[in-house]
């Protein structure tokens, strides 16, 4: 369904149901993950997605059609994601991206660098990423990582939102985005170096 249809805010605005069917099965995945990142659990995200479309329904006579339909929705989920997520107080994880005990010491000839014995590997072969042990792994990696690295990932590789898109929608700087983007790909290239080791 397309964002910029012209003719699908007259449909939903007229009732139709299927319209407004496709566009939830369409949009509520992503929103669930933007949610995720500003909630302290799935089940909240979940009941921030539902309380966002019953928002969309009782605003949509409302919307003047200033932005696309699509960035209207995800705003009104936003806000209440964000409401949501300071009732909760969440958290943020705050450890290194990479194990340090991976990198010399300060004391040796070259510190910083790799340890011999820690260098990431050389994943091999595009069949190798393409495995469904590879994948199972990628994705229960994924459900590791701390919720706003995680929606960030996710939103960026999986979804194909670009870095603007993403900041706009989990309010955060362009800065934060990327640091958030490079800790979740560093940690997953960490799990799957021992996948694939």
Known sequence: MLVDDPALLGRLRAGDQAAFAGIVRAWSPAMLRVARAHVRTHASAEEVVQEAWLGVIRSL??????????????????????????????????????????????DDEYPGHWRDD???????????????????????????????????????????????????????????QRVLLHRGRARLRSVLDGVLA
Request: glycine residues 8%.
């Open 61 to 106: 006579d409302g919307f003047e059609g200033r932005a696309q339909l699509r960035t209207w929705v995800f705003r009104i989920l936003l806000n209440t994601a964000r409401r949501r997520g300071r009732v909760e107080a969440r958290t943020e994880d705050r450890g290194p991206t990479v194990d340090p005990a991976r990198f010399r010491d300060a």
């Open 118 to 176: 820690a260098v990431p590997a050389d994943w091999g072969p595009e069949p190798a990423l393409l495995a469904a042990e590879f994948r199972t792994q990628l994705a229960r990696a994924l459900t590791e990582l701390p919720e706003r690295q995680r929606a960030v990932v996710e939103l960026r590789d999986v979804h194909g939102l670009d870095g603007e898109e993403v900041c706009e929608l989990l309010g955060l700087t362009a800065a934060n």
